[in-house]
């Protein structure tokens, strides 16, 4: 009898699983996971309330596991499922949102024996690290593109917005206004920001060092475009002193900008990256060395002889934006054992 019990139930719970639409990812994830809360909590319990007389010890010894195989059958056909979908998710958002009714549903079949919040970590960081190297490589490939297509004419100078106030401070985050004047550095910054706006809202804290690797190799990349561009266009004169202009714009500016930025979603982050290493072959195009960028006011740390970023962690709301589109409301990543709330970062208005 409690075998017959079981496989009704496992029909009529497949058959509510199998009626949701799978066509929005989002939504059936979401669904999928209010169903198991439900539904498999009182299944369990009714179980154990019609063949409480039975019961003379945990249900493996009993009943010979019945209960508790069904229950981890129901259970890993969920994470195969996550495993499955999770990587057609493409906003972090989302995943932040199917994260939190994943860890809810664990949370309360905790209540009957069922805990598996601990094997949802996995899953969901390898989904984080595909969207935010998906969303790097897009922000190379579009620079690139931008560039090849790039007219050398010059730009007039971006002063610094009003403010009201003369408070302007190394912590600011707003976007560099210098970097309009080379759309083609514009593009990328603007295309890391959106990387790292997907990637605040759920920033595992595992995927500190892989995640800043990929921003340093993205710098790379960049650094070593700009060298083969060099190579293989003829410039004149006044483009090539404009091609410079924007090389040192991306060594001074754009690089350390990008670091400071990726520091918000994981503080102490910016002490894993080599800048010095991966933009090194651009420094080397424009001529600048250790010795003499160690003369300026202020700059890169390393093997440029200046800072990266304040030594004072910079506060967490930046009231300067210059941004193309509407900004997405505040989220929560967990990071040293407690939550941080994040603004969504500003970018550049190209």
């Not at 949370?107 to 969901?124: A, E, H, I, K």
């Amino acid at each position: 009898m409690r075998l017959q019990f079981l496989k009704c139930r496992e029909a009529w719970l497949a058959a509510i699983i199998d009626d949701l639409d799978q066509g929005n990812v989002y939504e059936f994830l979401k669904r999928m996971a209010d169903c198991h809360r439900v539904h498999l909590f009182d299944v369990v319990t009714q179980y154990r309330a019609i063949f409480a007389d039975d019961t003379s010890g945990n249900e493996e010894n009993y009943d010979g596991g019945l209960l508790f195989s069904w229950a981890m059958h129901r259970i890993t056909s969920h994470l195969n499922t996550l495993q499955t979908m999770l990587p057609k998710t493409t906003e972090g958002v989302s995943l932040a949102i199917i994260l939190e009714q994943c860890m809810y549903c664990a949370m309360s079949l905790g209540w009957v024996g069922l805990d598996f919040r601990g094997l949802l970590p996995s899953l969901f960081e390898a989904s984080v690290h595909n969207l935010f190297v998906r969303n790097m490589a897009a922000t190379v490939e579009n620079f690139q593109l931008v560039l090849d297509s790039h007219r050398w004419v010059p730009l007039p100078s971006v002063g610094l917005a009003s403010k009201g106030s003369n408070e302007e401070s190394e912590d600011d985050l707003a976007p560099p206004y210098s970097l309009m004047e080379h759309p083609p550095l514009a593009i990328f910054v603007n295309g890391v920001l959106a990387a790292l706006n997907e990637l605040r809202h759920c920033a595992p804290i595992n995927l500190k060092s892989v995640l800043a690797l990929e921003l340093v190799q993205a710098l790379q990349t960049v650094s070593d475009y700009l060298v083969l561009y060099n190579k293989t266009r003829m410039l004149r004169d006044s483009e090539s002193t404009l091609f410079l202009s924007m090389c040192r714009a991306f060594i001074e500016i754009a690089s350390p900008y990008c670091i400071r930025c990726f520091s918000r979603c994981y503080p102490g982050g910016v002490n894993l990256t080599e800048l010095n290493k991966a933009i090194e072959a651009v420094c080397n195009l424009v001529g600048r060395t250790a010795s003499g960028l160690a003369r300026r006011d202020s700059g890169v740390n390393g093997a440029f002889g200046y800072d990266i970023l304040p030594s004072n962690r910079p506060s967490l709301n930046s009231s300067n934006q210059a941004s193309s589109g509407n900004d997405a409301d505040s989220a929560t990543v967990v990071e040293n054992g407690g939550p941080t709330n994040l603004d969504n970062g500003p970018q550049i208005a190209e």
